[in-house]
C-alpha cells in the first residue's frame, strides 16, 4: 500500500491522507519498485508543478503569467543570444467564458500563443537523449528558467480548462495531480509493460493512477487536438515521441471517469475521430509502440480515505491542502517538509537539479 499525506503550507495540523493499491500487474509491481528507490535517495518532490486544474486553489492566473515572463525576461537577458518576443497576461491565453458562448468546440484555451511557448522550450531545452547547445550553455539560472517554460505553459492550460468547466459546468472540472522528482531515474519501458495502451486507451477514471510521462515532445493525441489535425508529415512527427521510459513518477486523475464507450458521446466521438486521422495517416492503432493512451498503476482507496466517492465533496476537501507532506510505502514514511512558498524555494530546486552547489 501507498499512503500520501497532504498538510496545509499554512495552517499548522490540517492534514488529510489517501490510500493507493497498485495494480497486481508487472508495470504495477515495476512502478512501486521504482517509486520506493526515489523514496529512499532523497530526490526532490516537484510542488510548483503537482496539483493541477483546481480551481479553487490560491495559485491564480495573474501569478503564472507574472512568474512566466520573470523567466523570460532571465532568458532574453542571457549570453544565449535568443529571444522569445511574446508578453504573457491572462487575457492573452484565454478567452473568458462569462464573455463567450460555452460550446465543448470553443478553444478557451489560447492554443496559438501557448504552442509558441512550448516551441521555445523544446528549442532551448532540446529533446530525450539530445539537449540543445543553448541549455548546455546557459547559466544554472537561465538552465532553471528554460525548464519552467514547460512547467508554467502546461499549468496555465489546465488551470484555464478547470475556470471554464467551474463557471459553466462544475461537475466536469478535471482536476489532477502529476506527483515528479527531480532527477528520477528513468528505466526502459519493457513491451510487456505496454498492455494498458490497448486494453485501458484513453480511458481515465475518478481516481485512477496513471504512469507519468517523464520525457519532452507531444504525443499524437495533442498534435491531433491542438494543431486542427495536421498530414503527419515528417516535420510534424519530429516533435511527436512515442514512449520509451517509466519512473516511479505517477499521475492521479481527480475528475470523474470519462470513458470509452460510456455515457459521454462527446468523447466517443473525439477517440472515433482521433483514431480515423491515425488510420488516415498510416498508423496502426492497435501497435502499442505508438503509446496511444494512459498506463494504469493503481487505483486510490477513495471510500476509506475520504468516507466518500463524491468528486465535489473531496475536491473541497483537497483545494486548501494541495501540499504533499509525506509518502508512505508499506508503512515507512518518507517526509518533504517545505512548500512552494519558502523563500529559498527557487535555489533549493536548483540544488536539486545540481545547477548550483
Avoid at 82 to 94: C, L, N, Q
Avoid at 137 to 149: D, E, F, G, T
Avoid at 190 to 200: I, L, M, Q, S, W
Wanted: aromatic content about 12%.
Amino acid at each position: 500500500m501507498i499512503r500520501i499525506v497532504l498538510k496545509s503550507p499554512h495552517e499548522t495540523g490540517v492534514e488529510l491522507d489517501y490510500t493507493i493499491t497498485p495494480h497486481d500487474i508487472p508495470l504495477g509491481r515495476a512502478w512501486k519498485t521504482a517509486l520506493l528507490e526515489i523514496l529512499e535517495r532523497g530526490l526532490h518532490l516537484e510542488k510548483n508543478f503537482c496539483f493541477m486544474g483546481f480551481p479553487k486553489q490560491t495559485r491564480g492566473l495573474h501569478a503564472m503569467v507574472s512568474e512566466l515572463n520573470k523567466h523570460i525576461k532571465r532568458i532574453n537577458k542571457s549570453d544565449l543570444d535568443y529571444r522569445i518576443e511574446e508578453h504573457f497576461t491572462p487575457d492573452s491565453v484565454w478567452f473568458d467564458p462569462k464573455e463567450y458562448k460555452f460550446s465543448r468546440h470553443q478553444h478557451y484555451v489560447k492554443h496559438n500563443i501557448l504552442n509558441r511557448l512550448h516551441n521555445h522550450f523544446e528549442i532551448l531545452q532540446g529533446t530525450v537523449g539530445n539537449l540543445s547547445n543553448y541549455y548546455y550553455n546557459a547559466s544554472p539560472k537561465v538552465k532553471y528558467s528554460i525548464r519552467q517554460l514547460n512547467n508554467l505553459c502546461h499549468e496555465m492550460e489546465t488551470y484555464i480548462l478547470s475556470l471554464v468547466k467551474d463557471a459553466l459546468a462544475p461537475e466536469w472540472v478535471r482536476p489532477s495531480q502529476i506527483t515528479t522528482f527531480l532527477n528520477a531515474p528513468r528505466l526502459h519501458l519493457e513491451d510487456e509493460y505496454r498492455a494498458g495502451f490497448v486494453t485501458n486507451g484513453y480511458d481515465r477514471v475518478f481516481g485512477g493512477v496513471y504512469m507519468h510521462w517523464c520525457q519532452i515532445g507531444k504525443t499524437y493525441f495533442e498534435v491531433w487536438r491542438d494543431e486542427d489535425a495536421p498530414m503527419l508529415t515528417d516535420t510534424v512527427c519530429e516533435a511527436i515521441t512515442d514512449l520509451k521510459y517509466y519512473s516511479g513518477e505517477f499521475d492521479i486523475e481527480w475528475a470523474k471517469d470519462v470513458v470509452y464507450g460510456g455515457d459521454h458521446k462527446w468523447h466517443n466521438e473525439d477517440i472515433d475521430e482521433f483514431h480515423q486521422w491515425m488510420i488516415d495517416n498510416g498508423k496502426d492503432i492497435t501497435d502499442p509502440r505508438l503509446s496511444l493512451g494512459y498506463l494504469p498503476l493503481g487505483q486510490v482507496d477513495m471510500l476509506s480515505s475520504f468516507g466518500t466517492t463524491d468528486p465535489v465533496q473531496i475536491w473541497d476537501m483537497m483545494s486548501p491542502l494541495l501540499n504533499i507532506y509525506s509518502i508512505e510505502v508499506d508503512g515507512v514514511p518518507y517526509y518533504f517538509d517545505y512548500t512552494v512558498d519558502d523563500e529559498d524555494y527557487e535555489n533549493v530546486q536548483m540544488q536539486a537539479l545540481g545547477l548550483i552547489p
